[in-house]
Each structure stands twice: as structure tokens, then as C-alpha cells.
DNA sequence: ATTCTGACTTGCT
DNA sequence: AAGCAAGCCAGAA
């Protein structure tokens, strides 16, 4: 369970819409495997290779890596976010009260393929999985 | 097996 | 709003 997880959450990653933002935590609730932590490290591997900026964490504020980077796509996508980023890169946060990603029910048969991919991939070697 | 760490989250003060 | 501690899951040494 390694890249078959990773592959879920980048993809669920590249299911966000513009404008919109999801935390780590959610993406493993989507996923149903995991947590917060484990969708951090598949991003710190390839997050590079997707929408990684609508992936923040569950207070609102940007990633910790490229939080700087992030302000700009917020900007270009009309995310709604909250102050401005400082020379830190933060300083500011998005409203992800208003910005929570909502997948429709196609985006919801997507993502529940990936899960029961994970789940399965889980049992792939457990001779007794409940089913 | 144990210990340490990490793009995290939640509760308390 | 800011700081500290505990919880969670998985990887690596």
C-alpha cells in the first residue's frame, strides 16, 4: 500500500476544482484509509504533480513547504482567502469554511473507486478479509 | 521490536 | 489569536 495510495490522493487531489481547497484530513476521510499525515507524505512525493495549493490543512492555512507559491494560485483561481501572505509566505488563510471542495455525485463514484482500491490492495495478501 | 520523524488534527489554557 | 500536549497512521533506521 504505497503507491496505490499515493495514486488515490493525487488523484483525488487533481478532482478539486479551482477555487476550492481540501485538508489533508479530508482527503484521507475520502479515501478512508490513512490520516492527515499519510496524505501530507504522498504530497511531499509527488505533490508536485498536481493542484497541491488546494491541498491545505484543516485550519486553513497553506502548505508547509510552498506556502509562498500557493498565494498565487489562490489569487489566479479567486480563492477565498482571508489577510496576505507575509514575508513568511503566511500570514494569511483560506476560507476553507467557503472553499471546502464538494464532489458531485461523479466525483463521488470516482473517489469511492479509489477507496475500494485501497481497501482491496489492504487485503491483497490477508487470507480471511471480511467481504 | 523499538524509537524517531513528518505538506496533520483536535482540545485545553 | 497563540502556545503546548496528546492522538493518529505509516515509513525509515
Avoid: F
Avoid at 503507491?3 to 481547497?21: C, M, N, R
Avoid at 504522498?42 to 506556502?67: F, H, L, Q, T
Avoid at 489562490?74 to 482571508?82: G, Q
Amino acid at each position: 500500500m504505497r503507491e496505490d495510495y499515493q495514486e488515490a490522493v493525487l488523484a483525488a487531489a487533481e478532482l478539486i476544482a479551482p477555487g476550492k481547497v481540501l485538508a489533508y484530513g479530508d482527503i484521507a476521510e475520502l479515501l478512508g484509509t490513512g490520516g492527515p499525515r499519510q496524505v501530507g507524505a504522498v504530497m511531499a512525493r509527488s505533490g508536485n504533480a498536481v493542484p497541491w495549493w488546494r491541498v491545505i490543512r484543516a485550519s486553513g492555512e497553506p502548505p508547509a513547504c510552498d506556502g509562498g507559491r500557493a498565494w498565487d494560485h489562490y489569487v489566479a483561481e479567486n480563492t477565498p482567502v482571508r489577510g496576505r501572505p507575509s514575508a513568511d509566505g503566511t500570514g494569511y488563510r483560506v476560507r476553507i469554511t467557503e472553499a471546502r471542495w464538494q464532489p458531485s455525485d461523479a466525483e463521488w463514484e470516482v473517489l469511492d473507486g479509489l477507496r475500494r482500491g485501497l481497501e482491496a490492495a489492504a487485503g491483497s495478501g490477508q487470507p480471511g478479509e471480511p467481504g
